[in-house]
Each structure stands twice: as C-alpha cells, then as structure tokens.
C-alpha cells in the first residue's frame, strides 16, 4: 500500500490515458500522446493502477499499461479502498491542522485551503469515477448487481465523509457557500472510456 503525502493533480489525464490504453502501451508512448507534464502523467499511471482501471506488464526495461476491463476481484477493491482511505486520512488531518479555510477577508479561500481542497477533490474524483466504472459493468453484467451496488455504495460513504468534513469545518454561512462554489466550479462530468 502506497501513502501519498502530498498527492499530484492528475485526474486530468485520466480519461485520456484511458482512451489510449485500450491496447499495451510504454509510458513515453502515452506521455507523447497525452501531452503534458510528464511526471504528472506518470503518476496518473501508477494512480490508475492502483484503483485497478490499468493493468501493467513489464517489458525488458520499459513498463506497458493497458486498460482494464475486467471487473475488480474483491481483493483488489478492498485494496484501493485502503489506499483511497489513507490517503483521506491524509488530507482529515490537514484540514484539522488548518484553523481556517478563508482569507481574513472571509469571502476568498486561503491558498493553503485552496492546496486542500484540490486535493480532496482529487480523491473525490477517483471514487466517482469507479463508481461510474462500476456502473458500466453493472450494466454490461461483467459484475454481479449486487457486488456492484454495494461497492458504490462504499464509495458513496467514503465521498460523503470528506464532503461532510469539509462542509462542517466552519458553520458561517458565506464560508459554506464559497466552499460550495469551489466545489462546483472544479468538478467535472466523468465518464467511462471504451
């Protein structure tokens, strides 16, 4: 299990990297077609291992990735659920350190908030999109519906906890509603690549 300190911002290339990799491909293949910075890609790579959307096979000296397609084994979403709850520990305890979110003016996000909640998002973002995968394949009944609806449901719980801690970290209302703003302005329509 890897614990990310300070994750990069990389959920930006996923989609992309998940158009490309329907067939194997090394990293500098995938960092040429995505175009980006590198090591931002790279660890949208390793990232997308770890929730089990790529599946990796080393070739000599490169590593290829390739989408997967498969539905999670239980093991394996057990794991990514460990390493996505980490890492929300992670940013729990950042966001108690922080005695606030907004600027000494309260209408603006401190930048040091603006770091936390990117990062959150972040983690959001990677548990949406499993649970819109995981609908897919519901739907394609590669995975039981059962199986399926309780592992979003899980999802859903791990989302509604940062949310909700992150909402109740202050109680005024125009902090809530810049929060809330933030929120949506930065989160976008994910959806499944084939």
Known sequence: MVLLTKPILTTKYDDKILELTSNWRHTNDIVRKVGGDKSAISQALKRLVEIDHLQVKPNSNKILYKRKDTAQSEYNFLSMMNTLEANQKIELNRLKQLPTLMMDDGKRLR????????????EVKRAELVKVRLDYQKKLSLIPHNIANERIEILGKYIEKIMSAVMSKHKETHTIKTIQEYFQNHTTKLEFKI
Do not use: F, S, V, W
């Open 111 to 122: 930048a040091k908030g603006i770091d936390l909640m990117d990062h959150i998002l972040e």
